[in-house]
């Protein structure tokens, strides 16, 4: 991973490089965004690899307190070894486990949207939310798809009233993510 050096008032400091594309060659998971995206490889107490993807244009925004537009972040999940693809795809395609995701975000989120989608042959859940006290934090999309390797997710962010512009940019972002590898 190449690093950016910056000098400022408390001395060097090393951070990630910007770029196009990323690949964890452990892992197999690989995300390359469209243009203007960029992406930058980040430290997660909730992911074994995260990444945070940005717009070099500024569109869609960041939410009112975001650092970053979207992150995708990869968990090893062992449970998940033990079966095959399709035994996942049949479990997330049941309507109550969108159900279920929904229901856990609906406590902060009013849920304006919940579908399936398929990434890479694994079918996933999308939920789009605004938040519930209009004036207060970010719009959110959310993607989930769970493979025998683990968990990648998703997670993207913009001003309420950007995203049904936003929606859009964030499905390429999501598009552009190949999942990691069975490691079997």
Known sequence: MKAA????????????????AFTDPATGLAIDPPSPFVLRPVRSATYDIAVVVNSSTGQPPLGPDGTYLCQIGYKVSPANSALTQEEINLAVARPEWLDNMAEALS????????????????????LV???????????????????PAGRTTVN??????????????????????????DPR
């Open 5 to 20: 050096f910056l000098a400022g008032p408390l001395g060097l400091c090393a951070t990630p490089a910007l770029a196009a």
């Open 107 to 126: 406590r902060s989120f009013d849920i304006t949207g919940k579908t399936i989608f398929v990434l890479d042959g694994a079918t996933g859940v999308e």
């Open 156 to 181: 993207c962010s913009t001003r309420p009233d950007q995203l049904a512009k936003a929606l859009n940019a964030f499905r390429m972002i999501r598009a552009g993510i190949t999942l990691p590898e």
């Open 129 to 147: 939310g605004t938040p519930k006290v209009a004036l207060q934090g970010s719009a959110i999309f959310i993607s989930i798809v769970d493979t």
